[in-house]
């Protein structure tokens, strides 16, 4: 089986990186000098067989001593077929029936490619660091009176830290002196600072530019925002595509089948008279070497680690490269209304009080809410103001319908037309644009409060563009049929589900996925919500997506993708990432394959040598490389 990434050298090694690849490029040095000289020898000198075999193989074992080893190593280790044992048996078996020049300068060729190989990679895996480079390394905690500089790991919840300007924020906290603004890019892709001040909750990961922030600790750093995220991303390798797990197969198979078609390739052509033995070992070296397919196997998962790397600067959080390969083939995207693609942000619009006052109606509903945090119990609060509520008792949430509480004496229902009509209640069926909460005491209508919500900036935006995808968008909501009808059109959505319980959603979903199936085998169905509320809906669908989830752990843990903001449009920029993504991979597929298919006919036919049969495994692995890269850069 192959290596993920062929010659790389990992964190084991005790030779760094750049040691490593100055020795490679004096190891290649060297095998060019001692080439050189052989070729000027042998061409003007003439010398003997025996003199000749030994001036190229000096540049041979100086060049491919490492490449010999590790096939040696390797074939110890039960990885027979990878890219040094071909190599390996290429060039030696080219210099064994006389082709001594070709011999060495093949295996020279193939590493000067692999250097370059080397340097794509890591390049690429130092920008994905780069884009990442939100880990603190310090903390300045304040015990007893003294700052002292200690890892963030040390750092208990409730400690005091501080944070000058220029300073990653290495804990989850709260400001308790000072003010000033972060940059939040790392975490959520905003250009634009955030203000903060006392009170104010800042996220690990951050960076204070002004003024020095004294802030209390809320979270210990293996479960801060930070340490989430990277854990995240770190892990993302570890949940393959589809194309990957492709191509692991594919290599299996494919290289042991060459290798035997090779074989097959030397002895029956010459065996049936169609040539010599030499001329058709050539031919089957050549096959050899064209079989290795490293640049598949470097290439793919290199694009997946490029577009999770590349979507995290933009605040976008893929958890693995399936989750990317499902959004790519998304057909169908569902919304959650209500801090997805509204503010959330409730105001009472219109009160219609029947047999009572508007005061009266408003403060029964006020005081029925005031057990709840819903922004809807937060918008009636802020509208009753000054007035003074009665005492509230045997408060019950009815899930998906609204409040039974007793309230001062009386008993009080307040929610939507369900609650009304499960109680045998009465009530104003009249259509309405917004959200209707409907009171009830003691069996009595007493009226309706007519709550208005108003839809985030880029919400429109992002659903035309979605349909320019040609991705149906789809609204699944616990509002009322007028209310919900009246979003979807202010949005353009293509459908929209009302009046739904928690329950509801899913079975909607489902109806979705069904639906989708039956246009495209491969299609798949998104949800977007806010990862806490919607943990049922998130975890049923195909790929579950939260939206704003900053901070909230809730989010980041039910999510398959998480957006660091409450910017509806990153879904747009997720939904690039992952084609331009898979379409890097599908490129990368192609070019190898179509390469290496020409190559291996052209070297079965004698028309092509060794150089184009190295060509078509180094060359080609370090253009997929290249075009790999391209999934870090910045969607415009």
């Not at 594919?250 to 290798?259: E, G, L, M, W």
């Not at 008792?393 to 929610?415: D, M, P």
């Not at 109806?511 to 943990?535: H, M």
Request: with cysteine; aromatic share 6%.
């Amino acid at each position: 089986m192959f290596i993920l990434f062929p010659r790389t050298y990992h964190s084991t090694s005790i030779v760094p990186v750049p040691l490593q690849q100055e020795i490679e490029r004096r190891q290649i040095i060297s095998g060019i000098v001692l080439l050189a000289a052989a070729f000027i020898i042998t061409h003007f000198a003439e010398p003997p067989k025996l003199v000749e075999a030994a001036l190229f193989l000096l540049p041979f074992i100086v060049a491919g001593y490492d490449v010999v080893w590790r096939a040696v190593r390797n074939i110890g280790h039960g990885q027979v077929f990878d890219e040094n044992f071909l190599m390996t048996l290429a060039t030696i078996g080219a210099m064994a029936v006389g082709e001594y020049s070709e011999g060495a300068a093949v295996m020279l060729f193939y590493q000067v490619g692999e250097l370059f190989q080397n340097i794509a990679t890591a390049n690429s895996r130092r920008s994905v660091a780069e884009l990442m480079d939100i880990r603190p390394d310090t903390a300045a905690v304040v015990r007893n009176g003294e700052t002292l500089t200690v890892d963030p790991s040390e750092v208990a919840v409730g400690e005091t830290i501080v944070i000058k300007p220029g300073e990653k924020v290495p804990l989850d906290c709260i400001v308790k002196v000072g003010s000033g603004s972060v940059n939040t890019a790392a975490l959520t892709g905003e250009s634009l600072p955030r203000e903060v001040s006392e009170g104010s909750e800042v996220l690990s990961g951050c960076i204070n530019l002004t003024g020095t922030l004294t802030c209390t600790t809320t979270k210990p750093f293996g479960e801060s925002t930070v340490s989430k995220i990277l854990e995240l991303v770190e892990n993302a390798s570890s949940k393959k595509a589809r194309a990957e797990n492709f191509i692991t197969k594919f290599a299996r198979i494919y290289t042991p089948a060459v290798v035997a078609g090779a074989v097959l390739l030397a002895f029956i052509p010459p065996l049936a008279g169609g040539g010599s033995f030499t001329e058709w070992i050539m031919r089957a070296l050549n096959f050899l070497v064209v079989s290795c397919p490293c640049a598949l196997v470097i290439s793919v998962p290199l694009s997946f680690f490029g577009g999770i790397g590349g979507a995290s600067r933009e605040g976008v959080l893929i958890k693995g490269g399936n989750y990317m390969e499902t959004l790519s083939n998304a057909q169908t995207a569902v919304f959650d209304k209500t801090g997805t693609l509204t503010k959330g942000e409730f105001s009472v619009k219109k009160i219609t009080p029947h047999g009572c006052t508007e005061e009266e109606l408003l403060k029964l509903a006020a005081a029925a809410e005031s057990g709840s945090n819903h922004p809807i119990a937060q918008s009636l609060a802020k509208a009753a103001g000054e007035i003074a509520l009665p005492e509230i008792s045997e408060y019950t949430e009815l899930a998906g319908r609204g409040i039974s509480c007793i309230c001062g004496s009386k008993k009080v229902f307040a929610g939507n037309g369900r609650l009304m009509e499960q109680e045998g209640i009465s009530y104003d069926k009249s259509p309405i644009s917004g959200t209707a909460v409907h009171i009830a005491a003691d069996g009595v209508y007493m009226g309706v409060i007519e709550i208005g919500d108003t839809l985030k900036s880029n919400s429109v935006k992002t659903i035309s563009e979605l349909r320019a995808l040609g991705v149906k968008t789809v609204i699944l909501t616990g509002d009322s049929k007028a209310a919900g009808e009246a979003a979807a059109k202010s949005l353009g959505v293509d459908e929209v589900y009302t009046e739904l319980m928690p329950e509801d959603k899913v079975a909607c979903t489902e109806k979705l996925i069904k639906e989708t199936r039956g246009r495209s085998k491969n299609g798949s169905v998104v949800f977007v919500g806010d990862g806490i509320n919607d943990a049922p809906v998130l975890s049923r669908a195909d790929v579950g997506i939260a939206m704003g989830a900053a901070g909230s752990d809730a989010a980041i843990e039910a999510a398959d993708i998480v957006l660091m903001d409450d910017d509806p449009s990153k879904l747009i920029t997720a939904f690039k990432i992952s084609r331009r993504t898979l379409n890097i991979v599908r490129q990368n597929i192609v070019l190898a394959l179509a390469i290496k298919a020409l190559v291996l006919v052209t070297s079965a036919l004698g028309i092509t040598n060794m150089w184009a049969a190295v060509f078509a495994d180094v060359g080609v692995a370090v253009l997929a490389i290249l075009n790999a890269m391209r999934a870090l850069r910045k969607i415009k």
